[in-house]
């Protein structure tokens, strides 16, 4: 996948069939993009996700080619922010699944959304 890419197809296509409205389906891809973008920050810092810093994950916004392309530093203060709070409903994604944070798969996220939605109703 290239690093500028947001979502695969298939991915894409994940989120378009769950029964989420614009608004949740626009929050789920952008927390599956969070999601891979801590796991490539996790691997490169030899750690896992749930020890990232906030420090951390804004140094690597920063440094990230595809990200310094997107735009001026204000552009990658708000995504570093997208990212950071990304954590928090994939910590309640994984700690409902009693699984770590790495090795979340998209279709978790998907599910954990679906539900959410439905609460709502």
């Not at 389906?25 to 796991?39: C, D, E, N, P, Q």
């Not at 896992?48 to 392309?69: F, G, M, N, P, R």
Request: negative net charge; glycine residues 2%.
């Amino acid at each position: 996948m290239e690093p500028a890419e947001f979502l695969t197809p298939e991915e894409c296509a994940e989120v378009d069939k769950a029964l989420l409205t614009s608004h949740d389906k626009f929050t789920t891809r952008v927390t599956i993009y969070a999601l891979r973008s801590l796991k490539q920050i996790a691997q490169q810092a030899n750690t896992s996700i749930a020890t990232l810093q906030s420090a951390q994950i804004e140094a690597w916004v920063y440094q990230d080619a595809s990200l310094q392309k997107a735009g001026d530093g204000e552009f990658r203060r708000f995504f570093s922010q997208l990212v950071i709070s990304s954590l928090k409903p994939l910590r309640r994604i994984a700690r409902e699944a009693d699984i770590e944070i790495d090795n979340l798969a998209i279709a978790q996220v998907v599910v954990w959304f679906e539900q959410e939605a439905k609460k709502k109703l």
